[in-house]
């Protein structure tokens, strides 16, 4: 019997409305499920109300709760991906008709009655520009009701309150509204919840049932359970058994439409899994601009036997003299590769003695010592001073009495 691994991925809708999906998905493995579910949730980006600026506000709420209370407002989000830019992308200072879209919001109650303040009463701002300009990929991509709150005019879909005012109160402000995702704030859920499920009858035994006296008729089972069989009396505890099947329930907001969620959750989790699979590539190399990939870091390439400096180019400073600690002016820094020397070492031209140059020099450099000196020093003289060990090959001026051990270099660095 082939195993359910190996079959493709099935889907079976089961319900669908306007603002929520039923469904059921079939020969996945857990991870993939939960991990849709999450993306679902947190990963799809939408636009909601970032700013809000008060102008004037005599009602019985304070600033805060009135701002807080229209951040949560969802706002029609379709085509998102393209009709907007993230603000951090943009190249604006303060906000742009690319990257931003501003509502407004002046209600005044004049008559003896308590008036509502709803999310009808926001209004969208259209963009602005010269007659003749270009308006831009973006706005050309941006729906009628794109910003507009969800549901707004429509007689089947009730407002969101914001407020109630009477006689004498009004409300006036400014709202500007991003583009987001959820893992910065909920308000850019486009889902107001995610159900679920997997396994009804809880036979794999994920679920532990707390109960008094029988748990079946203390804890009974949900719709999902007429999808499978239940579980005999006597029918033995699979330890290798998996899920197989799992149910969700998908109910947006109404800033995305279920299918628009459901495509864009998926393709969101592949980008995701194909950035993995690329970052653990064995020789992939990070993405780098301009001359940054054939220079390497300040002018040096990876060799087989470390960091060697490229011609012309300094290291760790360039107007040392002789007898200067890590720095070369002659374009020496880090070098390990080839030879036998020693590492930070300095050029033949500014140590030709070799017994006055710190952290350590080549065997062309360190003429009066002997190869591969390294970090040459010894306990009783200071830094950078000859090291009396140096005849030996030895590094930080190892000897009887010192407890450094010596490091040997080896073609792919040092080998400590």
């Known amino acids: 019997m082939q195993a359910y691994e190996d079959n493709e991925p099935i889907v079976r809708i089961r319900d669908y409305k306007q603002d929520r999906v039923n469904f059921m998905l079939e020969n996945v493995d857990l991870a993939f499920a939960n991990s849709f579910r999450r993306v679902v949730q947190a990963d799809i980006p939408t636009i909601a109300v970032d700013m809000v600026e008060i102008e004037a506000n005599t009602t019985v709420l304070p600033d805060e709760f009135i701002a807080h209370r ?15 830019r993230y603000t951090r992308d943009c190249l604006c200072l303060s906000g742009c008709q690319y990257c931003s879209i501003e509502l407004r919001l002046d209600v005044s109650c004049n008559d003896n009655r308590t008036m509502d303040v709803t999310s009808n009463h926001l209004e969208v701002i259209p963009p602005t520009y010269i007659d003749g300009e270009n308006p831009g990929d973006e706005l050309t991509k941006r729906g009628e009701d794109f910003g507009q709150p969800v549901g707004k ?51 794999l035994r994920h679920t532990t049932y707390w109960h008094e006296a029988d748990p079946r008729a203390e804890w009974p089972v949900g719709e999902n359970a007429k999808e499978e069989e239940s579980p005999r009396d006597d029918e033995v505890f699979d330890f290798n058994a998996k899920p197989r099947r799992f149910y969700f329930d998908v109910e947006t907001d109404g800033s995305l439409g279920p299918q628009e969620v459901i495509m864009k959750g998926l393709a969101e989790l592949q980008t995701k899994l194909a950035n993995l699979i ?32 490229q011609p012309g180019s300094g290291g760790w400073g360039q107007s040392a003299v002789s007898g200067a ?10 070098t390990s590769s080839g030879g036998g020397g020693g590492g930070w070492s300095t050029s033949p031209a500014q140590n030709p003695g070799g017994n006055t140059s710190g952290w350590a020099t080549s065997p062309a450099q360190n003429a009066g010592g002997a190869p591969n000196a390294g970090w040459g020093t010894s306990p009783a003289q200071p830094w950078g001073a000859s090291s009396p060990n140096a005849a030996s090959g030895s590094s930080w001026g190892t000897s009887t009495q010192q407890g450094w051990s010596s490091p040997t270099q080896q073609a792919s660095g040092w080998n400590l």
């Not at 229209?70 to 907007?84: F, K, Q, R, T």
């Open 325 to 334: 600690g890590y720095a070369s002016p002659a374009g020496g820094g880090w």
């Open 70 to 84: 229209i951040g949560m407002v969802p706002l029609v989000s379709a085509n998102c991906d393209e009709g907007i």
């Open 278 to 309: 690329l970052g653990l590539k064995e020789g992939a190399e990070l993405p780098t601009s301009g001359d940054t990939a054939e220079a390497g870091v300040n002018g040096h390439v990876s060799t087989a036997g470390g960091w060697a400096p």
């Open 153 to 203: 005019n429509k007689a089947d879909v009730p407002p969101v309150l914001i407020c109630k005012i009477r006689k004498g109160q009004e409300l006036k402000l400014r709202c500007v509204a991003k583009k987001g995702i959820a893992k910065e704030h909920a308000k850019w859920s486009p889902c107001s919840a995610v159900a679920f499920e997997y396994d009804p009858y809880n036979k």
